[in-house]
């Protein structure tokens, strides 16, 4: 299922996620709340997470309220 997520990454100089994010050798210069589109995993109804495959390829958990899940 298709979705929006925001979460706080390290990004470089030109506001790309970096570090383990990227596979560009720039410095990190700040951490961004970024708004990133995924697909949805899994989720922990208890603890109120999702895990999320981001469109570049990682995984990241995110709480449910930081999730907006496209309509189907």
Known sequence: ?????KKE???DEF???GGMYSL??????SMKVLEREGTLISQDSKKKLYQI???KGFTV???MS???VANV
Do not use: H, Q, S, W
């Open 1 to 5: 299922m298709n979705c929006t997520y």
């Open 9 to 11: 990454f390290p990004v």
């Open 15 to 17: 506001g790309r996620p």
């Open 24 to 29: 560009a050798d720039l410095p990190i210069v």
């Open 53 to 55: 495959k981001d469109d």
């Open 61 to 63: 958990v995110v709480p």
């Open 66 to 68: 930081d999730v907006e």
